[in-house]
């Protein structure tokens, strides 16, 4: 649809003949979802973007300035680290958002004070042993070394 509207013809014209050569060829036929009733509608009030927060949602995609993103990143890391398998992956994964962290402090984007400090990772590999009720399960040395 890169053609241009002809001058002297009206907008809805031009727009109506486009539709029917589409239809024509067959374009919409076979389009996901046809003749499939429309998503129920919850109690929630009616809200004028709802389609565009269910096509976000579906892509996966976030509305969260960049700052708050990280936030919520540093705090899926450090929920995370109970679960890594290996204290090399517990001080990649503090030293990654740490890396990020100080992105922000240096160069801070638009948006709210991210209100963050990089992370002790010696500390977070200590609570990380010991929750873990040894000092080093992977055999790797006092600082992740073979």
Known sequence: MTERKPPGVTFESWVD????????????????????????????????????????AREGLSVLPPTLALRKEAEDVLAAVPALPSERAVRRSVED?????????FKPPPGPPLGLKPYDVEKIVEEWRAARGSRDPDGRGENGAA
Do not use: S
């Open 97 to 105: 958002v740490n890396a990020k962290i100080r992105d922000v402090m």
């Open 17 to 56: 003949r486009q539709i029917r050569q589409a239809e024509a060829r067959g374009e919409f036929t076979e389009l996901p979802g046809a003749g499939k009733p429309l998503p129920e509608v919850t109690d929630t009030p009616y809200d004028e973007l709802w389609w565009i927060k269910r096509k976000m």
